[in-house]
């Protein structure tokens, strides 16, 4: 089903196989073919990459004794005298510059317009937060984790509902009621998750 989607906003699969066990050198033993799944290259990579980026130059530089010369130290020289308190403050700031109501409103434009191609095609995306979202360099929007949507469509019989909730582990924060619930979430669930996203970049980026 991934390999059909085709719209401007979701992140094409480009090549999808199968690893036998014979043939991985990192199977452990264990026995398990392995599925790969290869994507695009995105520059900026996902929303919360870049948030875990923010993150890490905020961090406190680790000690000068345990940092290898090949290690790159996240945080400047000028940034290691302040404290703890400041500088999550600090980081917090430079979410909200990266993630405003200006800067917000492509973003969800996109994924709006992404949703309502699934949503024709009768697909429900179910993991719509910021792992799902990718910027490329020139700023345009993609939905990705297309593989954890699910079809409304089996067998050339269109469900009414839908009692399944994703394998792939999930934050409840990005859970929506529908899906708790097991009541059908055709629409609701992922318009819901939009509202979430948007509600946590826009107000409490900390929190993500």
Known sequence: MTRSLRHVNILPLLECFVQSPSSSSNSGGCGLSQLWRDYPHIYFGSCRDILDCIEAYYSPPPPRSTTASNQIVHSPSSLAELDEDTL????????????????????????????????????????VEPESVFISVTGHVYLGRVDSA???????????????????????????????????????????????????????????
């Open 150 to 208: 699910v079809s409304l469509i089996a067998q050339g019989t269109l469900a009414k509902r839908l009692h399944d909730f994703p394998h792939s582990k999930l934050s409840l924060d990005y859970v929506a009621p529908e899906i708790l619930q097991q009541v059908n979430h055709y629409l609701r669930g992922d318009i819901f998750l939009i509202r979430v996203n948007f509600k946590f970049f826009l107000l409490e980026p900390h929190w993500l």
């Open 88 to 127: 999550v403050d600090r980081a917090d700031e430079q979410k909200r510059l990266c993630f405003n109501e200006q800067s917000l409103q492509p973003i969800t434009k996109s994924l709006l317009a992404a949703l309502d191609y699934l949503h024709s095609r009768h697909v429900i995306h179910r993991r």
